[in-house]
């Protein structure tokens, strides 16, 4: 009988142990909506895919890259997934923040405009209003960059303000609240999803620079490495997926993220309106984008370049060394797995 026991004992441990042994991984999303820019999160959820490596993603809302990069500093939360120019000015300051992780290859930053607003160029952003999510946002440096190139001053030629997101802003730029948003691409989206068309102005150079990526400090890398290559090839996995079947990706993420789907619309309408967020952000996914070839590959070079422009319009302080500000460690380890596998699989999903 006590050997009967024993034997059963082992084998429910056994069976426990997996789940046991999942950690739970808290990941700053820097944005206070989780849009359809987390189906990568919900779709390597649904199919286990962090499960298997031993971890559970939490995410984290916040409300932009600032608090993603402060949060991870103080180690509130390993990982965030922000844009860089925090990352280098918080590094300036001897705190070791390093991006393992290209999420966005393209700049999801700009500047967009009412479509029948006058404002042609940004040249013409002198003395207006400019809207941003939060004054945590990437889109506060990067609105102060846009216009100091144009030679305006930042603090005195424009008025940067909080406008919100989605129907928020919208509300404001129909009721001339606001004359311009510097926001992001899936932003832009659920703008116009809620009824105010936008027209986006030439930001120049800026669109070809790197965004958004995973990062964390040095000592955590060294300490969780597996969980850093866990979380970045889930991720990755995730993506691909939702770039080959948009549809499936939405359905998964209001599966595993329910919130995330719009009150007051009809699910077809729902679907069509997210599938439209997602594919604005999956432009920016493209390994073409960065002109790289594996996932999560820092182009040391374009953000050495993007560095240079924050430094030469004064959001940087000081010249930043790219080569400390991001790590390309870990990425042989993310993409050990069958890319192929995993778009047919999303293109066979029902």
């Known amino acids: 009988m006590i050997r009967f026991l024993i034997l059963v004992i082992g084998i429910v441990w056994a069976f426990a142990a997996p789940a046991q042994a ?3 991984v808290k990941v700053g999303f820097c944005a206070r909506t989780v849009s359809a820019a987390a189906a990568p999160f919900a779709i390597a959820t649904k199919f286990g895919w962090f499960a298997e490596k031993g ?10 890259s600032t608090d ?5 500093a103080t180690g509130e939360i390993p990982y965030s997934i922000p844009s860089i120019e925090p990352v280098a000015i918080i590094r300036a300051l001897g705190v070791k923040v390093v991006n393992f992780y290209t999420a966005y290859q393209g700049n999801i930053y700009g500047m967009a405009v009412p479509a029948d607003s006058p404002i042609k160029t940004l040249d013409d952003l002198k003395g207006k209003t400019i809207g941003v999510t939060s004054m945590a946002s990437g889109g506060v440096l990067t609105a102060r960059a846009l216009v100091a190139n144009r030679g305006l001053d930042p603090a005195k030629d424009v008025r940067i303000v909080v406008a ?5 802003t919208a509300a404001l730029l129909r009721t001339n609240q606001i004359d311009a948003i510097s926001q992001f691409d899936t932003q832009y989206t659920l703008v116009e999803n809620a009824g105010a068309a936008l027209r986006y102005l030439d930001v120049g150079e800026l669109a070809s620079y790197p965004s958004n990526g995973f990062v964390a400090t040095e000592e955590v890398l060294t300490k969780r490495r597996g969980d850093a290559v866990a979380l970045g090839q889930g991720y990755a996995k995730g993506t691909i997926f939702a770039m080959a079947n948009p549809e499936a990706a939405i359905r998964i993420l209001y599966e595993v993220y ?16 997210d599938i439209k967020t997602l594919n604005a952000r999956a432009k920016n996914w493209r390994l073409e984008a960065g002109r790289v070839s ?6 040391v070079a374009n953000y050495q370049a993007y560095l240079d422009f924050l430094l030469q319009w004064n959001v940087l302080k000081e010249k930043a060394n790219a080569s400390e500000l991001v790590s390309n460690e870990l990425i042989a380890d993310i993409n050990a797995f069958d890319q192929a596998a995993i778009a047919a699989q999303a293109k066979a999903y029902k």
Request: proline share 7%; aromatic share 4%.
């Open 258 to 273: 329910p919130f995330t789907r719009a009150t007051g619309k009809d699910e077809a309408t729902a679907i069509a309106d």
């Open 164 to 168: 919100g997101e989605g129907a928020q």
């Open 68 to 72: 993603c990069v402060k949060l991870v």
């Open 22 to 24: 999942q950690t739970t």
């Open 55 to 64: 971890i559970k993603v939490e995410l984290v809302p916040l409300p932009g």
């Open 294 to 299: 594996k996932w999560g590959e820092n182009n």
